[in-house]
């Protein structure tokens, strides 16, 4: 086991309607001394949902992503609300984003996207046994939902407008224990 | 095609020594008017480098991660530099943080790591024909190198010390295309 750097001092040095970027002056069980900064997210984290309406297709979304100023196919995602259960946000979300209920739901792993300067983690979630559902979110407009095979991954990787690192890996993972018999 | 949003405004609202937050004001094609925050990253993006070393082995390295607070096993990665080749900049990479040099480097593919909020994106490296070659980074402390089965993905995602998505997007589409013979 690895013993952690000591956290010397922490502070905050930006902070917008969204966004918190903390310093960190560490050191290093050597004695090196480093400092740091990252983002610090809410409290509950993110759900990314993996809604299947078969053993081979999922539901993929495509919506303007401000990030990148494009749309983008991705899987239904949201932020976790204060004191929300994390099966409850990825229902919500999949009933905002795609118009469907699930009536199975399990976890099955967490990511973080930047672990070097992100405190943000992604529960990744199962959806399956879907009905029709529509819940109001707050998007500015209609979400397309485009259905997709398991088994054209690799398609999806050739798409200009396909890129979540996120969605791909949670992709790889169903498909992967669908196969095995572990789903 | 979806038209996309308007631009109606563009501003910086915060910044630190790393971070820079962008706040826009958009007009949907509908006529609805939306606030976004996104944090605007460097020009050249990042890189993501997959060292193979066998058909079936590749090297993660552990490393500190101060978003999480915590040592985590991930592929090496860093920032491109300023006018520097992409292939260039993960061959620097895999020296600073493996010891070994590539001889064979090409593009896989490109990843997004929130693209509802970040402009960054992570170009995925494949790096064969190794040899040992050490460069001196900016680490503070030594760097873990751990070899891993491309055969022993699941194990690696039941780790609590392996969360990157990008990492494990990346592992999943190499030993696809491996299995696949496309690489």
Redesign the interface.
Known sequence: M?E??R?LDRKT???????R?E??E?E???G???S????VGGEGGAVLVVPLIDTDTVLLI???????????L?LPKGRIEANEDPLAAANRELMEETGHGARHLVHL??????????????QVILARDLYPQRMQGDE??EI?VVPWALSR??AL?EREDF????S???L??TR?RLRDGRL
């Open positions: 690895l952690k750097p956290i040095v930006a902070q917008s309607r969204i966004f970027v310093a960190l560490l290093f069980a050597n090196a001394l480093a740091y900064e990252r983002l495509r919506e303007y992503a401000a990030g990148r100023d494009a749309y983008e991705a792993t967490d990511f973080s996207v930047a672990p070097g300067y992100m405190t943000h983690l992604t500015p407009e397309e991954i690799d990787v890129t979540e690192a996120r791909l890996a949670a790889y993972l992967d």
